[in-house]
């Protein structure tokens, strides 16, 4: 019904509108009397053998929503009522910001594929702190972090310190997002000695913290194979808990979008089933080459149960989507959790 019906009328609005319509849609619902209960039997699929630890935490389940959806933890609850195991919110700044002009997000309906702008807008980490204690829901949440867009890089450890301090004590994780393509110049952290010294500055810090906080660094899919090397050797020499594979690419390779179409679109990260590919390579990549050293969580075009289970072979240990969960909707969570189980029971 949902891609049926309800997508191609949702399609006819502007994206970000529609993201809204949404969002207040389901806090609105997820208020009302008996509504909570009738989504979690109608989205969560517990088992025993989709329990995951990973980095000292126990998801209950592999499938977490990405980063992007849920930028000021206003729904944590909803989301965990939609069968996530995890939701991971965020990006989040110190300072509130409104993010790129609009529009900022864009659909690409023959690629199953999103671009977008958004330039990291959101409330302030504060904000999303003072929401995320009030939530009931016992999923774990990562809180994405990042630096605001007028901080210069020099300055950007300062952002990150304070989004982490702001955020300890009401996430169960954290994630460095230094791969945005939408504030300028923040993939040049990526490089090897800025971001060693970002994350040796972090984790120095969460070490002096009675009961510290596992992190993780989110990469880019257009790294090649010398970053991802670097990033490896990074990753093991600062004590980080392991990796978000991977963000948005600026990648515009293999769409059937017409080119001028895309000129029209303009700037942006691609996201859905474009990426699908190339995430799953670098998640490949960074296992071999690390020998499952640390955890890679494996996010970029799942729309599917198969698709997760090429994430999971690829050797992910966790999973993570937001552009399936747009075009095939609520029960997608749910059917890659069955699926797996179903999967599982076929082997034994
Ligand atoms: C509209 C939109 C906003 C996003 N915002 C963020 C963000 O704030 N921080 C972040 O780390 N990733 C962000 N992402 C990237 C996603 O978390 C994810 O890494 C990427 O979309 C690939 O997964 P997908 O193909 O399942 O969408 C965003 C993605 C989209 C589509």
Request: hydrophobic share 40%; net charge positive; proline share 6%.
């Amino acid at each position: 019904m949902y891609k049926r019906l309800l997508l191609p009328f949702l399609f006819f609005f502007d994206a970000e509108r529609v993201h809204h319509w949404v969002c207040n849609a389901l806090r609105f619902a997820y208020g009302l009397p008996l509504v909570p209960g009738l989504l979690k039997k109608l989205y969560v699929f517990e088992h025993p053998s989709l329990v995951r630890e990973v980095a000292g935490l126990r998801f209950k389940n592999p499938v977490g929503l990405a980063a992007g959806f849920d930028k000021n933890a206003e729904m944590v609850d909803e989301l965990a009522a939609l069968g996530f195991g995890y939701v991971e919110i965020g990006t989040v700044t110190p300072r509130p910001q409104p993010g790129n002009e609009r529009p900022r997000l864009f659909r690409l309906k023959d690629d199953n594929a999103l671009i977008n702008r958004m330039g990291f807008n959101n409330k302030g980490a504060g904000v999303a702190a003072a929401k995320l204690r009030y939530r009931k829901s016992d999923i774990m949440v990562g809180g994405n972090i990042g630096k605001n867009k007028d901080t210069p890089n020099e300055k950007a450890l300062d952002d990150y310190v304070r989004c982490f301090q702001d955020l300890f004590e009401v996430v169960d994780y954290f994630v460095v997002n230094v791969s945005s393509p939408n504030t300028p110049g923040l993939r040049d952290l990526q490089e090897k000695e800025p971001l060693t010294h970002l994350l040796r500055e972090l984790q120095k810090l969460n070490n002096y913290k009675p009961k510290p906080k596992p992190i993780f660094l989110k990469i880019a899919p257009d790294l090649n194979h010398s970053q991802l090397d670097d990033i490896v050797e990074i990753v093991l020499a600062t004590g980080i808990a392991g990796v978000i594979a991977t963000n948005t690419t600026i990648s515009r390779k293999g769409l059937n979008v017409s080119d001028s179409d895309l000129e029209k679109i303009g700037a942006g990260g691609l996201s859905g089933q474009p990426l699908r590919h190339r995430s799953t390579e670098v998640i490949r990549y960074l296992c071999e080459k690390s020998g499952d050293a640390f955890p890679v969580l494996g996010v970029g075009g799942i729309a599917s149960p198969a698709d997760a289970r090429e994430k999971l072979n690829a050797g992910a240990s966790l999973l993570q989507i937001y552009t399936g969960f747009i075009y095939e909707g609520p029960g997608l969570a749910r059917r890659i959790c069955k699926s797996l189980v179903e999967q599982r029971t076929l082997n034994t």
